[in-house]
């Protein structure tokens, strides 16, 4: 298995910076089109409904989904990187399918089921948020994931996670940029017993 992380994927962060100095930061409409979440049994989920208008709002750089590891944790290959690196999602958490010495919790498959569905093998930006520092305690970057359909237009991955029921907002550190959007998501998720929200 490939390793990396932000701290030890030499390039990423001079990928960043030079985007920054080009000013060549990503920020596009919205992806209307997104796929339908996968059906599950006993529950009732709608396609996840994305706010117009959202942009990333920090710096991103691009890159290719190569693994999704469960409902918060993707491998990325960063374009112009040889190795993938371990991405942690910003503000969300969902159930777990695959902690070491932990059983698979409520939800679990799904989550992880959505996650596979939109983000296996897609172009992707991962916008950073310097709140939240590069890195959680086990290496992996931390970031937001855009999922870029083929026509440029871009959908905030994390919120949609949200908004279908598949995760809860989740503040780790320091408040972070898209909180506020992600808090209102759940807030929604919960009243409309979506997802996790009534098959739990």
Do not use: H
């Not at 989904?65 to 944790?73: F, H, P, Q």
């Not at 969300?92 to 983000?119: H, K, M, N, W, Y």
């Not at 959007?181 to 929604?188: I, N, T």
Request: aromatic share 6%; charged share 20%.
């Amino acid at each position: 298995m490939k390793r990396g992380g932000l701290r030890n994927s030499t390039g990423i962060i001079t990928i960043v910076a030079g985007l920054a100095l080009a000013g060549g930061l990503a920020g596009c409409a919205p992806d209307a089109s997104t796929p339908p979440p996968p059906p599950t049994s006993g529950s009732s989920n709608p396609s996840p409904n994305i706010d117009a208008g959202l942009t990333p709002r920090g710096p991103t750089v691009s890159g290719t989904v190569e693994r999704v590891v469960d409902g918060d944790t993707v491998r990325v290959v960063v374009d112009g990187q040889r190795e993938d690196i371990s991405v942690r999602l910003i503000g969300i958490d969902t159930p777990e399918t695959v902690a070491p010495g932990r059983p698979v919790e409520c939800f679990g498959p799904e989550a992880s089921a959505f996650a596979e569905q939109i983000l296996d093998g897609s172009r992707v930006l991962l916008e950073f948020d310097p709140t939240q520092g590069e890195s959680d305690r086990f290496d992996r970057t931390l970031a937001y994931v855009w999922v870029v359909s083929p026509a440029g237009e871009t959908t905030l991955f994390n919120l949609a996670a949200i908004t279908g029921g598949y995760a809860r907002e989740a503040q780790y550190a320091a408040p972070y940029a898209w909180q506020p959007e992600f808090v209102a998501a759940e807030s929604a998720a919960r009243a409309q017993g979506v997802g996790q929200w009534s098959a739990c």
